[in-house]
């Protein structure tokens, strides 16, 4: 299969190329690229250095969920992409029996599995306005989905005590009894799967900034109980 060049991609002389080829009138590199999607009958992505593999693709509508962002495809693959605001329309329109959520990048600012609590040093006590942030909306979706069911953090960030601490600042000391660390080898798909969805009647919403925590493993995309959530976050 051909596999596009980022730069070719948006240059003139592809387009001139394919104008060429194809003998049309005017043509942008929009239509360009819409036409080749349609055209194909790929599985991957048309770029060649996308980091996603075949899950992050969508073979329904030839799209890419991470190169032709955003794109969602929620009622086939049952991924979509999107910020706090589109995972409380999910909450609405699913009513999960669990909502699964990310710490690190998607809850809240920390990144690398560091503490969300500022440093009790010195130096840090100086500047102690410091202090990572929660996201608002997904806030909001952690409320509404009391009407439905539960909320669960499931995370790789080791300081379990300071997120439950983090958690309980912003008044959220329900999702703070919930707070989980998922092990080192183990996919989050099989952990979720364990803990929550081992029976067949329930089903989850799960929100992530990674990629590859929301398309490695192959129970959590092929289940029709998960719906998946690659979280953008408005960092302020
Ligand atoms: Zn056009
Ligand atoms: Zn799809
Ligand atoms: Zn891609």
């Avoid at 080749?36 to 992050?56: A, I, P, Q, Y």
Wanted: with cysteine; net charge positive; hydrophobic share 35%.
């Amino acid at each position: 299969m051909q596999k596009l060049e980022r730069k070719s991609y948006r240059d003139a002389v592809f387009v001139q190329d394919f104008l060429t080829r194809c003998g049309s009138g005017t043509i942008c590199a929009q239509c360009v690229s819409q036409k080749k999607r349609n055209e194909s009958s790929n599985v991957v992505c048309l770029f060649k250095d996308c980091k996603g593999g075949t899950k992050s693709y969508c073979p329904h509508f030839h799209r890419c969920f991470i190169c032709d962002a955003p794109h969602s495809c929620e009622k086939l693959c049952r991924l979509s992409r999107g910020n706090g605001e589109h995972c409380i329309a999910l909450v609405d329109a699913i009513r999960p029996n669990f909502l699964l959520l990310d710490f690190d990048r998607t809850l809240a600012s920390t990144k690398s599995g560091g503490s969300p609590l500022p440093k009790k040093t010195a130096r840090s006590r100086i500047k102690e306005d410091y202090m990572h942030s929660i996201d608002s909306e997904l806030k909001i979706a952690v409320f509404a989905q009391q009407a439905f069911g539960e909320s669960h953090v499931v995370t790789r960030n080791s300081h379990k005590k300071e997120i439950e601490d983090f958690l309980r600042m912003h008044g959220l000391s329900d999702l703070a009894a919930n707070v989980h660390v998922v092990p080192k080898k183990m996919a989050k798909g099989a952990f979720i799967r364990e803990n929550f969805l081992a029976s067949q009647d329930k089903n989850c919403i799960f929100v992530d900034d990674d990629i590859r925590e929301l398309s490695n493993d192959p129970w959590l995309w092929s289940s029709k109980q998960v719906h998946r959530l690659l979280f953008v976050r408005a960092f302020l």
